[in-house]
């Protein structure tokens, strides 16, 4: 027939092939275990896939979780309750002094502005977990490879820097020595949707 081929295609497997199969089975396996850890369903070390991971996986049609009410992932800080919101606060001002403050943060002046009482300024609140968030995943060479600090760097802290410390920033009002929380808070707004048309 003419639409057969003349000879019987090669399908030899290169080598090599088989060794990305495996380390791709194996980057799976890895982050299954985290997202097993990160979601409270396992009981092993983060790292560690255990078999029934893999028949959890084969089992369930969707692979969604149990309780859909429930986080699955750390929340946005604002949407906490205390103590929950207490306690993720207090994990950000230890990162925020620890490694944000010291590392990036130059003197204060007009153009960079910072308040040593951020934690009292719920925008800076908020703009600094997402920071934080960001941090977390992006400087997990497993989960993220060797770019994600860049991408870090580019893509969220430069941002949310240049919005708390500039001009008109959460922290304007804020100079050294004084510390003013309520500078920035909005009159109120004339909405469209609260006029009646006389």
Known sequence: MADEP???????????????????????AHLTAQVTALTGRGGGEPGEASAADG??????????PEDEDEWQYPPFILLLESPLYDDELRALIEWVEGVL??????????????????FEHTVAIARLHAV???WQELTDPVSCGYTGPSAWHRDHLD?????LRGSSGPFSGCTKGEHQIGHRLPSVVPSAWSHTEA
Request: proline share 8%; net charge negative.
């Open 55 to 64: 028949e959890e996986g084969e089992g369930e049609a969707g692979g969604e």
């Open 159 to 163: 941002p949310a820097l240049a919005q």
């Open 101 to 118: 403050v010291p590392g990036y943060l130059a003197e204060p002046s007009a153009d960079a502005r910072w308040c040593h009482l951020w």
């Open 6 to 28: 003349d000879e019987d295609p090669d399908l030899a497997v290169p080598i090599g092939m088989f060794k990305d199969i495996e380390d791709l089975k194996a980057k799976i």
């Open 132 to 134: 934080w968030l960001a």
